[in-house]
């Protein structure tokens, strides 16, 4: 059983959400967690689950101190939405899928540290990406509990997002596993829409054009029977 604190010393503590640090480490960390972040809550929009990025993981009760704020982590089974932290004794749910954009100078902490950390906390899968391609090889690697051990991955598959994973420059690129559908970034969402909408006006003057050349048609026919009319032909009278 989880241990808990009585409701007037928990209210005495306080649980920071900042430590006034920098959220990444350079521009390419920083781009690839904010699209990793946003690409998952789209992705995740629909269901019982939320997607944080650099928040604090608190994961003794009564201990502040005792924290770790992964890049993105995904949470099943819990209320949708932001949090300016995540207590793991008030949400009931350990993060299932934690992110960390690695670098040189997080290389220890990420690759030791935070993978025994997540390993103990039973986090199912926990990937490293190096968007500079500084240590990690081919950029990026992850890991799946097995039991109560951390084993690598080796097809490149999450099991919880059912979600292909690749290197896509300094981006992680994901693909679903049942349509094959790459996720779009922000901005490639932005393309696909303004092209959505092109391709829509495009059809609505093309719909216009035809409705404008049937009545051109229509009058020309008409302006033909007056013809025939003016010269005593009945034109209902012509195969």
Do not use: C
């Not at 640090?21 to 690409?39: K, M, R, S």
């Not at 040189?104 to 103990?120: A, P, R, S």
């Not at 109560?148 to 994901?174: A, H, K, T």
Request: aromatic share 10%; proline share 5%.
């Amino acid at each position: 059983m989880t241990a808990t604190l009585p409701v007037s010393v928990e209210s005495e503590i306080f649980y920071p959400s900042a430590d006034g640090q920098p959220v990444a480490e350079t521009y390419d960390h920083l781009y690839a967690l904010l699209t990793t972040l946003e690409v998952l809550k789209q992705y995740l929009a629909n269901r019982q689950a939320t997607v944080l990025g650099n928040q604090f993981l608190y994961y003794a009760q009564g201990f502040p101190k005792l924290r770790v704020a992964p890049d993105v982590m995904v949470i099943f089974d819990v209320a949708p939405g932001g949090r300016d932290n995540y207590k793991i004794w008030e949400e009931g749910q350990v993060p299932t899928v934690i992110f960390e954009m690695t670098s040189f100078g997080t290389k220890g902490q990420d690759e030791i540290f935070k993978k025994t950390l997540y390993e103990q906390l039973g986090v199912k899968e926990y990937w490293l990406f190096d968007p500079k391609g500084e240590w990690v090889e081919q950029q990026l690697s992850g890991y799946r509990l097995r039991g109560e051990i951390y084993e690598p991955i080796q097809d490149g598959r999450s099991e919880p997002l059912q979600l292909r994973l690749v290197v896509d420059g300094r981006l992680i690129g994901f693909y679903r596993e049942d349509t094959g559908e790459k996720l779009l970034i922000p901005n490639e969402l932005a393309e696909a829409l303004r092209q959505e909408v092109l391709a829509r006006q495009q059809a609505e003057e093309l719909v216009e054009q035809e409705r404008q050349r049937a009545e051109h048609a229509e009058l020309q026919i008409e302006q033909l029977k007056a013809r025939l009319r003016s010269l005593n032909v009945d034109p209902d009278t012509i195969q």
